[in-house]
């Protein structure tokens, strides 16, 4: 039997652009479409058996697969490694019963995050608060000692937006996960994440020495009466 994953690597994206678009007009369903996603569903019964329970009429599994795949489309779920990383995820759980479109979804980005090596949302949360903490023993944000480059990119943006916006827990864990979907979104595109660079301060258009780029950093903290960093 030809694998979903293969069908998907194959036609997904036309697919899930006919769907998306089928959806707003109530219009038939590809062949094509149906295709992929009576794999992909095989795939789902064999993972949750309970998953056609409720489903009395084939206009009723018809519905439940246009929602998935409308979903699929929304989300941007579009890869085979996207689908493949959601079905690692699926398999893992105990109950017989089929999850959301959402909560698939959020399996995907899941298993596409811990696939690129990144935190969880509760992990990175975890690290703000722990930036929060200990970034005024550094000259600045870019010398903390930051295990990988993705992550002072996500830490430092939300540090910067729980200042200017007062964000409290729920909202920061919220605004985690966005970051973290956006930065497993740069990596799946092959962007290069690049390494945190300290800024070398400059005096009438010149590099200032160690000793002088300090002296000028504690006057700027002396001023606006700073007692870390640079946050």
Same mark, same amino acid.
């Given at each position: 039997?030809?694998?979903?994953?293969?069908?998907?690597?194959?036609?997904?994206?036309?697919?899930l652009? &006919?769907?998306? %678009?089928?959806?707003?007009?109530? +219009? /038939? @369903?590809?062949?094509?479409?149906k295709?992929?996603?009576?794999?992909?569903?095989? +795939?789902?019964?064999?993972?949750?058996?309970?998953?056609? !329970? %409720?489903?009395?009429?084939q206009?009723?599994l018809?519905?439940?697969?246009?929602?998935?795949? =409308?979903?699929?489309?929304?989300?941007?779920?579009?890869?085979?490694?996207?689908?493949? &990383?959601?079905?690692? @995820?699926?398999?893992?759980q105990?109950?017989?019963f089929?999850?959301?479109?959402?909560?698939?979804?959020?399996?995907?980005r899941?298993?596409? +995050?811990?696939?690129?090596?990144?935190?969880?949302?509760s992990? =990175? !949360?975890?690290?703000?608060?722990e930036?929060?903490?200990?970034h005024?023993?550094?000259? &600045?944000?870019?010398?903390?000692?930051?295990?990988? /480059?993705?992550h002072?990119?996500? !830490?430092?943006? =939300?540090?910067?937006? @729980?200042?200017?916006?007062g964000?409290?827990?729920?909202?920061?864990? #919220?605004?985690?996960?966005?970051?973290?979907?956006?930065?497993a979104?740069? @990596?799946?595109?092959g962007?290069?994440?690049?390494?945190?660079? !300290?800024?070398?301060p400059?005096? $009438? $258009?010149?590099?200032? &020495?160690?000793?002088?780029?300090?002296?000028?950093?504690?006057?700027? #903290?002396?001023?606006? $009466?700073l007692? $870390?960093?640079?946050f």
């Amino acid at each position: 039997m030809k694998s979903v994953m293969t069908a998907i690597n194959n036609r997904d994206a036309s697919a899930l652009q &006919s769907m998306s %678009n089928a959806g707003q007009e109530q +219009q /038939p @369903i590809p062949d094509s479409t149906k295709h992929i996603f009576n794999e992909l569903f095989r +795939q789902l019964k064999a993972a949750f058996p309970a998953l056609t !329970v %409720n489903i009395k009429t084939q206009d009723e599994l018809n519905e439940l697969r246009r929602q998935w795949l =409308l979903a699929f489309a929304e989300n941007r779920i579009t890869t085979i490694e996207q689908v493949n &990383s959601g079905m690692r @995820i699926a398999r893992q759980q105990e109950t017989p019963f089929l999850p959301s479109p959402g909560l698939f979804i959020a399996w995907c980005r899941q298993g596409e +995050q811990q696939r690129f090596g990144l935190p969880t949302a509760s992990e =990175l !949360v975890t690290m703000v608060y722990e930036y929060c903490k200990r970034h005024g023993y550094y000259d &600045s944000p870019e010398s903390y000692p930051w295990d990988k /480059p993705e992550h002072y990119w996500m !830490v430092t943006a =939300l540090y910067s937006g @729980i200042h200017a916006n007062g964000w409290n827990d729920g909202e920061l864990r #919220r605004k985690a996960a966005t970051e973290l979907a956006a930065m497993a979104s740069r @990596i799946s595109r092959g962007e290069h994440i690049p390494a945190p660079k !300290v800024m070398i301060p400059t005096l $009438g $258009g010149k590099p200032l &020495s160690q000793s002088q780029g300090l002296e000028k950093i504690s006057e700027l #903290r002396a001023k606006h $009466g700073l007692k $870390g960093g640079a946050f």
